[in-house]
């Protein structure tokens, strides 16, 4: 690759987003590793995108504080010189049925979920409006589409989620900058692996392929809607989710 790029992944120190930063990683990539705690595990993300070829970068924000979010965008580009690829990833889940839900419990699933992305795709969408050229993938989930009980306010979240995707792709597709969403099931990671026996089997059982997914499936996902081959693709939503869910 001639030109270096530029990928920014929020909520990148673990499961999906960790999948998500390793699939950029190689030799012309740039990749900022977006974390609120756990630098720990930031740092094994980090230590993965080298060993594959890429540039590490580790960012620790608060993505639902406005100040922090505008101050490293700026860094970035300040540093690197461009922003090629935002992936809004970072969420958080407060389940709760919903006569007992708390307003707390909403609001925290609003601010990181939405509220987050909404923020970060207003410091990302400056400088592609300057380069002319921008990818923003936003990672929705397939609750977002069917609901789940328990889950109004991750699933609303997660809803909102495609409305901006969709409204935002309208608005930027002139500027070269197209807007997706990846919207996964249920995907191996540390909430999965820690089910019951009896809860993963009845999981299985919803899902025709036969088994959850891998972070690094996401990941391409994501990285197809990212490329220069995607240019044509803006305001969609993919599933991945192993026929779970078709529509």
Known sequence: ?????????????????????EVFAEPGWHVVIN???????????????????GEAHLKPFDIADPEAVKEAFKEVTDQLGRLDVLVNNAGITR???????KLTEW????????????LCCQAAVRPMMRQRFGRIVNITSVVGVTGNPGQANYS????????LTRSLARELVSRNITVNAVAPGYIETEMTANLPEKAR???????????????EEVGLAVRFLASEGAGYITGQVLHVNGGMHMG
């Open 201 to 215: 089997e009845a999981l299985l059982g919803q899902i025709p392929a036969g088994r959850v997914g891998k972070p």
């Open 35 to 53: 974390f609120h705690s756990g630098r720990q595990a930031a740092e094994e993300t980090a230590e993965a995108v080298a060993a594959r070829g």
């Open 156 to 163: 609303a979240a997660k809803a909102g989620l495609i409305g």
């Open 95 to 101: 389940d709760n049925v919903f006569p007992r839900m």
């Open 107 to 118: 609001d925290d699933v609003m601010n990181t979920n939405l509220r987050g992305a909404f």
């Open 1 to 21: 690759m001639d030109l270096e790029r530029v990928v920014l992944v929020t909520g990148a120190s673990r499961g999906i987003g960790r999948g998500i930063a």
